[in-house]
């Protein structure tokens, strides 16, 4: 499985941005429609931690409280896509941003960075 995330870029306090990661390559009978999806992010010098969870069928979400009200994540299956729309976006969101399926996965992205700055 192969993860491109994009969308990334430098954007002032209270920007908006919009982060999709496109997926590929899914095997042995399984499609990206299987899968629950997972927005990451690493700032410098911290660990990769989890921002947000979408279900395979993208009737559930789940952030963490630090996004929640902030950031928004869907899926279309049709597209083997999942998206991020990030809004009032802080300085402290400043990051690499990385989807996967689970942070066991050992195949990452190149992920998109998102710098919130003036």
């Known amino acids: 499985v192969q993860f491109v995330e994009s969308g990334g870029g430098l954007v002032q306090p209270g920007g908006s941005l919009r982060l999709s990661c496109a997926a590929s390559?899914?095997?042995?009978?399984?499609?990206?429609?299987?899968?629950?999806m997972r927005w990451y992010r690493q700032a410098p010098g911290k660990e990769r931690g989890l921002v947000a969870t979408?279900?395979?069928?993208?009737?559930?979400?789940n952030y963490a409280d630090s996004v929640k009200g902030r950031f928004t994540i869907s899926r279309d299956n049709s597209q083997n896509t999942v998206y991020l729309q990030m809004n009032s976006l802080k300085p402290e969101d400043t990051a690499v941003y990385y989807c996967?399926?689970?942070?066991?996965?050992?195949?990452w992205g190149q992920g998109t960075q998102v710098t919130v700055s003036s």
């Open positions: 996967n399926t689970n942070a066991n996965n050992p195949v």
């Open positions: 390559g899914f095997t042995s009978g399984f499609t990206f429609s299987s899968y629950a």
């Open positions: 979408i279900n395979s069928a993208g009737s559930y979400t």
